[in-house]
């Protein structure tokens, strides 16, 4: 309806800069910044966020790390999920 030409968001992985936390019992869409290092390779740097209802994080996401059900902690330097979001 706003003309837009894809309507599917772009997915693929990334490696994760910093340690986060997920939930037991549903999958997580965290806010995050996507860069790359000195090498070219895609990092995703989570960003503080207060939950649901913080807007400002949202606002500075460029993309949201996405973690499954039953993933309580991933560590810095693993390959998550990663939404790219419209610019």
């Known amino acids: 309806m706003q003309g837009a030409t894809q309507t599917a968001l772009v997915e693929e992985h990334a490696v994760l800069a910093r340690d986060i936390k997920g939930s037991l019992d549903r999958e997580s869409y ?11 390779i895609l990092l995703t740097e989570p960003l503080k966020w207060g939950g649901s ?4 994080s949202f606002a500075r996401a460029t993309a949201l790390i996405n ?13 998550v999920r990663v939404v790219h979001l419209p610019n």
Request: aromatic share 4%; net charge neutral; no cysteine.
């Open 30 to 40: 965290l806010p995050a910044v996507l860069r790359t290092d000195e090498k070219g």
């Open 53 to 56: 209802s913080d807007f400002v």
């Open 67 to 79: 973690l499954a059900a039953g993933e309580k902690a991933t560590a810095k330097g693993s390959l």
